[in-house]
C-alpha cells in the first residue's frame, strides 16, 4: 500500500478530528446558552456548528478521492481503519494511526450525538429528532 497515500489520508483525518472537537465544543455551548434562553447566541453558535459540519463534509469528500486511487482491497481495508474497527488488521504504524484516529472520531461522534440527543429532546420533547 501506498505510504503517501496513507499519510494524506491520516492528515486529513487528523483535520476531521478537529472539526468534531470544534463540533462537541459548541454543541455543548448550545446546551448551556439554551439553559439560559439566550436564543441570539443559541443561533450564532448553530451557524457556527454548520460550518464546522460543513468542513468535515469536505474533508470526508478528499478522503474518499484519495481512496478512489487505491485498490478495492486496499480500499476496504483503509475504510475499516477510517472507521475505527476494533480487531482489525494494520500494515503498520501509520495504519495504526489512521486507526486509532478513526476510533477517536468516534467517541467524539458518540458524546456528540448523546448531547445533541438531550437538547433535542428538551426543546421538542416527542417531536425530537430522535425519537
Do not use: P
Not at 66 to 88: F, H, P, Y
Request: aromatic residues 4%; contains cysteine; negative net charge.
Amino acid at each position: 500500500m501506498e505510504e503517501s497515500i496513507l499519510l494524506e489520508i491520516l492528515k486529513e483525518m487528523q483535520k476531521k478530528y478537529q472539526c468534531m472537537a470544534e463540533i462537541e465544543r459548541i454543541t455543548r455551548e448550545v446546551g448551556e446558552f439554551l439553559s439560559r434562553n439566550d436564543q441570539t447566541s443559541v443561533q450564532m453558535l448553530l451557524g457556527m456548528r454548520q460550518d464546522e459540519m460543513d468542513k468535515a463534509d469536505v474533508i470526508d469528500r478528499n478522503i474518499k478521492c484519495l481512496i478512489s486511487v487505491m485498490s478495492t482491497e486496499e480500499a476496504l481495508k483503509v475504510e475499516k481503519w477510517l472507521r475505527g474497527q476494533d480487531n482489525c488488521e494494520t500494515d503498520g504504524q501509520i495504519s495504526e494511526k489512521v486507526n486509532e484516529k478513526g476510533k477517536s472520531i468516534k467517541q467524539i461522534l458518540k458524546r456528540t450525538i448523546e448531547i445533541d440527543k438531550y437538547i433535542s429532546t428538551r426543546l421538542a420533547d416527542t417531536h425530537s429528532f430522535y425519537n
